[in-house]
């Protein structure tokens, strides 16, 4: 089992940081509230990832806004300041900090992103994820799969057989049956798809999809995927097995983005906030 340490999460402090409030405070005191030269979570040093240009502040008008950004190169941990103000508030210092979280791959809980990007670069951790989570992960895969098309997470206890249907925008639908097996090693047997198969009679449907965390499909598995029937033609199950997964799982794979960037990729328009129901902040992506 293994831990996902994610910083997609982030904490804002504002200070007020006139020249009274320095003299009173000192710059240590303000740095020492969130962790200064040295990383809060791993004492590792923290390095200068990024600096605006400094920009003079003009009698009159609205302080600009310069940004800093320090990150610690061994566990990922950052911190963006930007200071701002105007002639009647004083200068303030914004400061975000990265929230390190740490989530069980087996957990319900850890978000799909964070456990998609994991999965990428540690495939053998999907024997431990939990199986619904797992449901989810492949809906959201095949989402980008066959976009543009509809797909739905039926899955769970009393599934009936179905985890996911995905309609694509030619209509064609699919039943998507999901096994998350803990050996990664074996091969998925005739049993899975068999069962789709007598899903796919039941619901008078002839397409469907078998997504296996297994390395492969047995002989008899992959002899009842062109099943002829009196009624609908022929039905056509589609085999995933872990080489198609973690395909599937690279989909989205966008350049590696650190969570800090997002603040500065456009320094004019500052950060974006939204504020989820527990009240923190998370970083808009
Ligand atoms: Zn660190």
Redo the contacts with the bound molecule.
């Keep these: 089992m293994t831990e996902v340490l994610s910083y997609k999460y982030a904490t804002e402090y504002r200070f007020s940081y006139d020249d009274a409030f320095r003299e009173e405070r000192g710059l240590a005191a303000l740095d020492s509230e969130t962790g200064a030269s040295l990383?809060k979570?791993?004492c590792?040093k923290m390095h200068a990832a990024f600096r605006s240009k400094p920009k003079k502040s003009v009698i009159g008008q609205q302080y600009p806004t310069n940004y800093s950004v320090d990150e610690?190169l061994?566990?990922?941990?950052w911190r963006v300041d930007e200071s701002t103000g105007s002639d009647s508030m004083g200068l303030f210092i914004s400061r975000t900090v990265g929230e390190l979280r740490r989530y069980d791959t087996s957990s319900i809980s850890i978000p799909l992103d964070e456990l998609r990007s994991h999965l990428r670069s540690n495939p053998k951790d999907l024997a431990w994820v939990n199986p619904t989570k797992f449901e989810k992960l492949m809906a959201a895969c095949l989402r980008d799969a066959y976009s543009p098309c509809e797909v739905r997470h039926v899955g769970g206890s009393g599934d009936g057989g179905v985890d996911i249907i995905l309609v694509t925008s030619s209509s064609e639908k699919y039943l998507v049956q999901v096994k998350r097996r803990a050996d990664l090693s074996k091969k998925e047997g005739v049993s899975a798809v068999r069962e789709l198969n007598g899903v796919l009679f039941r619901e008078g449907e002839c397409k469907g999809i078998v997504i296996t965390t297994a390395s492969g499909f047995t002989k008899s598995a992959k002899s009842e995927t062109n099943i002829k029937t009196p009624t609908v033609g022929v039905y056509k199950v589609d085999l995933f097995d872990i080489a198609d997964v973690v395909r599937l799982l690279g989909l989205d794979a966008r350049p590696n983005k650190k969570p800090w960037e997002l603040f500065v990729d456009d320094e004019s328009a500052g950060f974006h906030y939204d504020s989820d129901e527990v009240g923190r902040y998370i970083i808009r992506t």
């Design positions: 990383c979570y791993c590792g610690c061994s566990c990922g941990w």
